[in-house]
Nanobody, 128 residues
Framework: QVQLGESGGGLMQAGGSLRLSCEASERTFNMYVVGWFRQAPGKEREFVGY??????????RYADSVKGRAIISRDDAKNTVYLQMNSLKPEDTAVYYC???????????????????WGQGTQVTVSS
């Protein structure tokens, strides 16, 4: 059972930056695809981006809403994946979740139901 824990959320200013961390309990975390999702009040959980396993090259993909502003990276030595977001907007306000799975298909990773392991979420509030 993989346990994930997010950190780094809080109150941010529009135009600012954030760096969220997702730390895993699993030593083979480098073999997992890790996705970031977010859920704003009254809205469905939405895809933010993912990073594929290091064995698969660690490629990334981002939602259009954050493309050009977000960078996902991983430090396998620390069993940690990061989400860096710049030029924050009030509409980025949401609870951010990381999710992980080893069985994501090569063409998959953008739907929440593809991931079996989830963190508890961290609140990000962007004020204007």
């Amino acid at each position: 059972q993989v346990q994930l824990g997010e950190s780094g959320g809080g109150l941010m200013q529009a135009g600012g930056s954030l760096r969220l961390s997702c730390e895993a309990s699993e030593r083979t975390f480098n073999m997992y695809v890790v996705g970031w999702f977010r859920q704003a009040p009254g809205k469905e959980r939405e895809f933010v981006g993912y990073i594929r396993s290091s064995a698969s090259g660690g490629s990334t993909r981002y939602a259009d809403s954050v493309k050009g502003r977000a960078i996902i990276s991983r430090d396998d030595a620390k069993n940690t994946v990061y989400l860096q977001m710049n030029s924050l907007k009030p509409e980025d306000t949401a609870v951010y979740y990381c999710a992980a799975d080893r069985s994501i298909l090569p063409w998959g990773g953008i739907f929440s139901n593809e991931f079996n392991y989830w963190g508890q979420g961290t609140q990000v509030t962007v004020s204007s």
